[in-house]
C-alpha cells in the first residue's frame, strides 16, 4: 500500500460573513491525507467538515494557507485549470445522488467521462467497468426513479471512480441511505482506494463508519483534534448481491 | 456524447412543454398578424392585382389607388402613341352611396366602371369574360360574394346605386377592398352612376407588347415635369405605393412592429422562465458535473442545445397552427396574404426568442455553484 501524501494543506483558515458577523469556521489546520487509504473526517455537525473537503477539492478558496494536491499548489491555479484538475484528478459523492432524471445508469457515469475525449468505445468500456465495480452490471439501464437509494448512490460512485481519480472526496455519502446500503456504499469506496491506491476522504458523522476507516480525523471547532490510524479494518467482500 | 439535452427533453417533455407552446403560439401569432396585414393591403391594392396590363397612367402624387381624381382624356392618346402600348383602357372610380334593403340604411360603396369587353384588362383576373360580358346590361353590377350581406341583396335582386336601380348579375372572389364595399359596372353604367360629376376616368391601363419593358417605358411615358396632368406608373409600382400609403399613413405598419415587439416579449418572457425553471430543477445536477470537471461553458452548450431543440418543435407546432387559422381564414373569405420573406421573417424572430431565452436560462447556470452541494 502506497503511503505518498495525496494532499498536504498548511494553515488552512476559513470564515464566513454573514451580515455583519464573520464566523470562524476552519483555524490553522495542517493536513496530509495518504493515497490508497480511506480517511475518515468525523465530528459533530458544523465544526467544518464540508468546508474543509471543500477546500482541499478545489471548490471553495481558503482566506488563509495552501493546498498542495498531487503536487500541484491547487489554490495558485486559475479558474481554468483548475477546473482541468478536477477533471483529471478528482471524483466527487454528494450526499444527495444528484443524477439525471433522463439518463440511466451508464448514461450517468458517461456524461463525466465524454468531457475527457476518450472516445466512445473506451468511454462506454469504462463505464461498464466502474458499474460492475459497484455491482450494478444488471442495472446499467435503469434510470434513477427505477433504483433504489442505496443504487442511486453506488451509480453516483460509479460517476466518480469511472474517470480514474487519484482524490475521491465523498461528503455524507451514506447519511441518506438504510445500514445495509450504507455499509456497502463505504465498502466500494475502501476497495476502490486499496484497488486504485485512490485518495478517498469522507466526511461523516455517522459512527458506523469509523471501524471501516484506515484512519479517523477527529474535528472539532475548525481543528484537528485526534488522527488515529486503524491497521487492519475490515472489508466486505460482496457488494453485488 | 450523451446526447444530455435531447434525452432530458424527450424525458421530462412536460416541464419543456410551456416553452414550445409559447414558442409555437408566438410564431402563429406573428404569421398570422403579418398574413392579415398583407392580406388588407393586397385588397387596398386589388384593383391593381386584380388586373392585366403593366402600365397604369393616374393623377400626380397619387398615394393610394383609392385616392384617385380624375385625369385628361388625351392621356389616352399619349399611351397609344407609344410603339410598345398594346393596349388601353379608361378605368372609372366614382364614390358611391348604396340603398338595398331598408333594414341596412344606406352603404357607402366604391364604384369601378370598367370595359366590359371579352380583352378588357381591369379586374381580368378576378372576373371571368362570362359574367363580365353581362356588365353590357344597363345597370348590371358584379361584387365579391362576401360583400352580399353589408348590400343586403341576392344575384338577381336590384338596390339603389347613387339613385339609380341596379342590377346584380354575378359575384365572383377577390374583389374585396378595405374600408367599403367595391361594385364593379360597365364604363357606361359608371358614367350614370355619376351624373354631374366628372365624367373623366381617373386611371387609363395600359398593356404592353413585352411586360418584361414596364419599367423603361413607363419611364417614357411620364410627362415628367411639375405642370403635368397625369403621372405614369408600372402596376407594381402603384401597388407598392398603395401599400406604402396604407403601412405609413394609416399606422398600420407601426401597429405590426408594435405588436411584433409585445408577442416577441411576452414569448421570450414565458420561454425564458420555462427554461430557467428547468435548468433550476436540475441546479444540482449541473453543479455536480461543473465539480467533476465539466466547464460552464459546457453546461451551457446543453441549455442552448435545449432552447434549440424547444425552438425546433415550437416552429413545428406554430406552422401547423398558422396552416389551420390561415386555413379557417382564407375559407371564411378573410384577406391572407403570405409571402416567402414574411414566413422567414417570422421564423427568424421566433428562433431569436428561443436563443434570447436559451442565453437567459444560461445566466440561471452561475447558481451551479459546487461548493453548495458541501453543506
Ligand atoms: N456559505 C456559507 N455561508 C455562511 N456560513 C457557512 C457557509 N458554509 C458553511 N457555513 C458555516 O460553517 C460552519 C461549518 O459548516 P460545514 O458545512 O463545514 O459543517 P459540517 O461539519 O459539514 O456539518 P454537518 O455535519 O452538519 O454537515 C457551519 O456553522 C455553517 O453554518
Ligand atoms: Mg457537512
Not at chain 1, 7 to 25: H, L, N, P, W, Y
Not at chain 1, 167 to 173: G, I, K, M
Not at chain 2, 261 to 271: A, D, E, H, M, N
Amino acid at each position: 500500500m502506497s503511503e505518498s501524501i495525496a494532499i498536504r494543506a498548511r494553515d488552512i483558515g476559513k470564515g464566513f460573513t454573514v451580515g455583519k458577523v464573520t464566523t470562524r469556521v476552519i483555524e490553522g489546520l495542517h493536513v496530509d491525507v495518504l493515497a490508497g487509504e480511506l480517511t475518515l473526517l468525523s465530528g459533530p455537525s458544523g465544526c467544518g467538515k464540508s468546508t474543509l473537503l471543500a477546500i482541499l477539492s478545489g471548490l471553495e478558496r481558503p482566506d488563509a494557507g495552501s493546498v498542495m494536491a498531487l503536487g500541484e499548489p491547487v489554490w495558485a491555479l486559475d479558474r481554468r485549470a483548475l477546473q482541468r484538475f478536477r477533471l483529471h484528478h478528482i471524483g466527487f459523492v454528494f450526499q444527495g445522488f444528484n443524477l439525471f432524471p433522463a439518463l440511466d445508469a451508464v448514461e450517468q457515469v458517461e456524461l463525466p467521462l465524454s468531457y475527457l475525449d476518450l472516445g466512445a468505445a473506451e468511454t462506454r468500456r469504462r463505464a461498464e467497468a466502474a458499474l460492475d465495480e459497484v455491482g450494478l452490471a444488471h442495472r446499467r439501464h435503469m434510470r434513477p426513479a427505477e433504483l433504489s437509494g442505496g443504487e442511486k448512490q453506488r451509480v453516483a460512485i460509479a460517476r466518480a471512480l469511472a474517470k480514474r481519480p487519484q482524490l475521491l472526496f465523498a461528503d455524507e455519502p451514506t447519511s441518506a441511505l438504510d445500514s445495509i446500503s450504507g455499509q456497502t456504499v463505504i465498502d466500494i469506496l475502501h476497495r476502490a482506494a486499496r484497488a486504485h491506491g485512490t485518495m478517498v476522504l469522507c466526511a461523516s458523522h455517522d459512527p458506523r463508519l469509523i471501524a471501516h476507516a484506515d484512519r479517523v480525523l477527529r474535528m472539532e471547532d475548525g481543528r484537528v483534534l485526534t488522527d488515529e490510524h486503524h491497521p487492519h479494518p475490515p472489508i466486505g467482500l460482496d457488494v453485488s448481491r | 456524447m450523451v446526447a444530455l439535452a435531447r434525452k432530458t427533453l424527450v424525458y421530462e417533455w412536460r416541464r419543456y412543454l410551456p416553452a414550445s407552446l409559447a414558442v409555437a403560439f408566438s410564431g402563429m401569432l406573428l404569421l398570422v398578424q403579418l398574413a392579415l396585414v398583407f392580406g388588407i393591403f393586397d385588397s387596398a391594392a386589388v384593383y391593381i392585382n386584380a388586373s392585366r396590363g403593366q402600365i397604369w397612367a393616374g393623377y400626380p402624387g397619387t398615394q393610394s389607388i383609392d385616392l384617385g381624381r380624375s385625369i385628361p382624356r388625351d392621356a389616352e392618346v399619349h399611351l397609344l402613341m407609344n410603339p410598345q402600348v398594346a393596349q388601353v383602357e379608361p378605368f372609372q372610380w366614382v364614390n358611391g352611396d348604396w340603398r338595398g334593403s331598408r333594414a341596412l340604411g344606406s352603404v357607402s360603396v366604391f364604384v369601378s366602371g370598367i370595359d366590359p369587353a371579352a380583352t378588357g384588362l381591369v379586374f381580368a383576373r378576378a372576373i371571368p369574360p362570362a359574367l363580365r360580358a353581362r356588365l353590357n346590361e344597363p345597370g348590371a353590377i358584379i361584387v365579391d360574394r362576401a360583400d352580399l350581406p353589408k348590400l343586403g341583396i341576392a344575384v338577381g335582386q336590384s338596390g339603389i346605386l347613387n339613385g339609380q336601380r341596379v342590377y346584380l348579375v354575378g359575384t365572383t372572389g377577390g374583389l374585396r377592398a378595405l374600408g367599403g364595399v367595391n361594385i364593379v359596372t360597365s364604363l357606361a353604367t359608371a358614367e350614370r352612376l355619376n351624373a354631374g360629376g366628372d365624367l373623366r376616368p381617373a386611371y387609363y391601363v395600359a398593356r404592353l407588347r413585352d411586360p418584361a419593358r414596364a419599367e423603361a417605358v413607363a419611364a417614357q411615358l411620364d410627362p415628367h415635369g411639375r405642370l403635368r396632368r397625369y403621372a405614369v406608373w408600372t402596376a407594381p409600382t402603384l401597388a407598392a405605393r398603395t401599400v406604402h400609403y396604407w403601412l405609413f399613413e394609416t399606422g398600420a405598419g407601426l401597429g405590426v412592429v408594435f405588436m411584433s415587439l409585445v408577442v416577441f416579449l411576452v414569448g421570450t418572457v414565458i420561454t425564458s422562465q420555462t427554461l430557467m425553471g428547468a435548468v433550476a430543477g436540475s441546479i444540482s445536477e449541473y453543479a455536480t458535473l461543473n465539480a467533476l470537471g465539466a466547464s460552464h461553458r459546457a453546461l451551457s452548450r446543453v441549455v442552448m442545445e435545449q432552447a434549440g431543440w424547444v425552438g425546433v418543435a415550437g416552429l413545428a407546432g406554430g406552422g401547423i397552427l398558422s396552416a389551420l387559422v390561415l386555413a379557417l381564414a382564407h375559407s371564411q373569405d378573410v384577406p391572407v396574404g403570405i409571402t416567402l420573406p414574411g414566413i422567414a421573417a417570422c421564423a427568424t424572430l421566433v428562433m431569436g426568442i428561443t436563443m434570447l431565452s436559451g442565453m437567459l436560462a444560461v445566466r440561471t447556470l452561475r447558481n451551479a455553484d459546487p461548493a453548495r452541494l458541501l453543506r
